[in-house]
């Protein structure tokens, strides 16, 4: 039974290059969650989404970030020119149902270096 | 505006003794409170959490105290092993406004237990 994958886990990419960043829910889990952990700060909600539909996306900036969950594959974070400030580790969480109550199960990141 | 904090970047505790890690906050409406375990390029894994209607919740040895008047909550960790050892992110969601699965999470203490 597979946790929540992510990849690539690693993600170089050179100023005004486009990342994209995939994630794969637990089996069973039609809700995902992405978060962004700056260094040294604390992971930040960016997005949720559930199959075909974004909840909230409240966390992510107004330009360049969009994400997905498509009806079949896994839910994709796209940030578009990026710049250094995107440096960061993305993690992706996926749930059974909604709410902090209902266990997130979170991904092993994937850390993107802007060079 | 962090509204979840805690003030200790780290703590070292021996094995065999309590480690005592610290949270607090400022946003009134929170009342779901969860703690995370992270170790170095893995992603948060759920420890335990708390109900706001509830000042104590305990899992094996692990206990979480919560004081609402106060704005904080405390995980107590005893006996401490060196397999503790890792970053602790304290997070809190809102069950009003609808966004209950928004965790907002603070910037972590590293716990290091010494043989």
């Known amino acids: 039974n597979a946790g929540v994958m992510q990849n690539p886990r690693h993600l170089v990419r050179r100023r005004g290059q486009e990342a994209r960043l995939r994630c794969s829910p637990m089996k069973g889990h039609s809700h995902v969650y992405w978060y962004r952990q700056l260094p040294e700060e604390g992971l930040k909600f960016m997005v949720y989404?559930?199959?075909?539909?974004?909840?909230?996306e409240s966390g992510m900036p107004k330009e360049r970030f969009s994400a997905e969950f498509p009806k079949e594959g896994p839910s994709i974070l796209r940030i578009q020119q990026v710049v250094r400030g995107d440096s960061a580790a993305y993690f992706c969480?996926?749930?059974?149902?909604?709410?902090?109550?209902?266990?997130?199960?979170f991904g092993q990141g994937t850390r993107l270096t802007v060079v | 505006d962090q509204q979840v904090k805690q003030n200790s970047p780290s703590l070292s505790v021996q094995e065999g003794r309590i480690s005592i890690l610290n949270c607090d906050y400022t946003?009134?409406?929170?009342?779901?409170f969860l703690w995370y375990k992270k170790y170095p390029a893995e992603g948060p894994t759920f420890l335990i959490s708390?109900?706001?209607?509830?000042d104590k919740n305990e899992d094996g040895r692990f206990t979480v105290f919560l004081n609402k008047s106060a704005k904080h909550l405390s995980l107590h960790i005893v006996p401490s092993q060196p397999g503790d050892s890792a970053v602790y992110f304290c997070a809190a969601s809102a069950r009003s406004g609808g966004s209950n699965y928004k965790l907002t999470f603070g910037k972590g203490t590293l716990l290091t237990v010494n043989p």
């Open positions: 989404l559930q199959k075909e539909n974004i909840i909230d």
């Open positions: 969480a996926s749930s059974l149902g909604q709410g902090a109550r209902t266990e997130a199960f």
């Open positions: 946003n009134s409406m929170f009342d779901y």
């Open positions: 708390i109900s706001s209607i509830k």
